[in-house]
């Protein structure tokens, strides 16, 4: 029974089958051959109740204690079903049989049904016995029963006469399906679409048992066909305690172990990718390590080739003292001009490099920018990119770590440079501005190189994420920190193939209002410069 499809439904359309079927058996064969049509279907019904049993007997240690009832309870019900059979088919040979005993044995096997489907809807055994115990438990109780109703009939009361049904019969009938509602309401309560199958295919034998038991309650006669339709209900009605038992032990086993080989596949996969993720971190932390040390090397570097440029500086200065030719002088002069900018260039380098806390203080947005104009033109004129920049004429102060801000800069602006790497007119923009309605200074740094995609824009400024061979994906984090320590914001937008803008917004310094004093000072001379 598919989980999907629904219990009432699937119910009326067994109903539908099961008359059907009943129709034709009960105009093609009942009326003829009752008694061969008869057995078959207790053969039917004693076949499925003994395969119950036995995958119940040969999986008992694992056996949950709803199917230990139904196996062990079951078994009973066939030994009297086996009676009932039997005695039924005597009939046919010997008309001394009692047909009172035959229905007393039908009655016992249904009663004892309810009872075992009522004790599985209350879940009331907390033990499993001994199979072998309970085996014998199953076995005395119908074959004793059986003995004492066969050898003390007057013990049990009439079920039938030739008038029909008694009334005994009637109330034992009524009182089975009172059991089998009962157990319906109560299995209920664990029933739902995500329930284990057995539950399922357990409450469809419920719904199945009803009919049956009501076409039993109409008996008038063996030839009638709600005999017939009953047998043929309880066919299906077994067939479902069977399929209760049998899923939970060969189905549904199976299906657990595909839903858990599922699962495990997505385990190693996400294992597999976890492996790769930490594999590619060891490397970018590798990575990091070799440019700080790069960086260490290169600090050494540039403090030593400042003492070459001292010399240089002034080996220039002591030509042009001793020198009268105006050429000489002229070059002597460009290369110290020239090796003050390489001095700066490395200061700035040197202090930049250097770890240190952040220092605010009060800069101006056009000098922070000159400042590091001679860096941005360094790089970027050696990847044969053009440089423009376009200042603002509005001139705000920020509190702002000068150097930090810088390093900023210079590491967009490095960015932009290898987005635009080999590219034919590629083009740096640097622009300032000032937004009045945020008090916000910002520089936009805009190249046309070839952009960035959509899914990786969204993952800009994640650490370690990085779309270059060699880069270690911290560069705009570090960014991205620095200018939220400023109260700032780093935007970003792009489009593939057209290029990129990065804007750093911060806020500007809130002009002090004047003292009280100095405003009083001012009316006064006002007040003085009126009267005279």
């Known amino acids: ?3 999907r499809e629904s219990p009432f439904i699937h119910y009326i359309f067994v109903l539908i089958i099961g008359f059907i079927t009943s129709v034709i058996l009960y105009y093609t064969l009942w009326q003829s051959h009752i008694y061969a049509i008869h057995t078959f279907l207790e053969a039917v019904c004693l076949f499925i109740g003994a395969s119950t049993f036995l995958i119940v007997w040969n999986t008992v240690d694992k056996m949950l204690k709803i199917n230990y009832i139904i196996g062990f309870g079951f078994l009973s019900v066939t030994i009297y079903d ?10 046919s040979f010997a008309h001394d049989i009692s047909m009172d005993l035959n229905m007393k044995y039908w009655i016992l096997g249904r009663f004892s ?4 489907l009522y004790l599985v809807s209350l ?3 907390n033990i499993k016995l001994n199979k072998w115990l309970a085996l014998a438990i199953a076995m005395i109780i119908p074959f004793g029963t059986a003995a004492i109703i066969y050898r003390f009939p007057w013990i049990f009361p009439k079920m039938i006469t030739i008038e029909g049904s008694t009334l005994a019969k009637e109330a034992i009938e009524f009182a089975v399906v009172l059991l089998i509602f009962l157990s319906m309401i109560n299995l209920r309560k664990h029933f739902d679409h995500n329930s284990p199958v057995s539950f399922r295919h357990l409450y469809m034998a419920l719904l199945m048992a009803i009919p049956t038991e009501i076409m039993s309650i109409a008996f008038s ?3 009638s066909f709600n005999v017939v339709y009953g ?3 309880r066919a299906f009605y077994y067939y479902y305690i069977y399929k209760s038992v ?3 032990y060969v189905e549904y086993p199976y299906e657990k172990m595909k839903l858990e080989n599922i699962k495990l596949e997505e385990a190693y996969m996400q294992l597999e990718e976890s492996k790769h993720e930490i594999l590619k971190r060891q490397d970018m932390l590798m990575q990091q390590e070799k440019l700080a040390l790069l960086g260490q090397m290169g600090a050494g570097i540039v403090h030593e080739t400042k003492n070459y440029l001292t010399t240089i500086k002034g080996s220039c200065q002591l030509i042009s003292l001793l020198t009268k030719e105006e050429g000489t002088i002229k070059h002597a002069k460009k290369i110290s001009k020239n090796v003050d900018e390489i001095d700066q260039i490395i200061s700035k380098f040197l202090f930049m490099a250097r770890p240190r806390d952040t220092e605010f203080t009060e800069v101006s947005m056009c000098d922070l920018l000159q400042s590091a104009e001679s860096l941005i033109l360094s790089t970027s004129i050696v990847k044969k990119v053009d440089v423009c920049f376009e200042n603002s004429k509005e001139e705000r102060y920020l509190l702002c770590d000068e150097g930090q801000i810088n390093q900023v800069i210079l590491n967009l602006c490095k960015n932009a440079v290898e987005a635009m790497e080999g590219m034919p007119g590629a083009k740096l923009i640097i622009e300032t501005g000032y937004d009045e ?3 916000e200074m910002y520089i936009s740094v805009i190249d046309n190189g070839k952009g960035i995609s959509p899914a990786d824009l969204a993952r800009i400024g994640t650490p370690f994420f990085t779309t270059k061979s060699m880069g270690t994906g911290l560069g705009l984090y570090v960014c991205n920190h620095i200018i939220k320590e400023h109260k700032g914001r780093l935007e970003v937008s792009s489009e593939l193939g057209c290029g990129t803008v990065f804007t750093i917004r911060l806020p500007c310094l809130v002009e002090e209002e004047e003292d009280e004093d100095d405003k009083e000072y001012t009316n006064n001379i006002l007040e003085m410069s009126c009267n005279i």
């Open 113 to 116: 049904e309810a009872v075992v």
């Open 437 to 439: 309605a945020a008090n």
């Open 246 to 248: 049998f899923v939970t």
């Open 231 to 233: 047998h043929v209900l």
């Open 82 to 91: 086996a009676y009932h059979a039997y005695l039924f088919v005597s009939q």
């Open 221 to 223: 006669s063996i030839y």
């Open 123 to 125: 879940n009331v055994l």
């Open 1 to 3: 029974m598919d989980k």
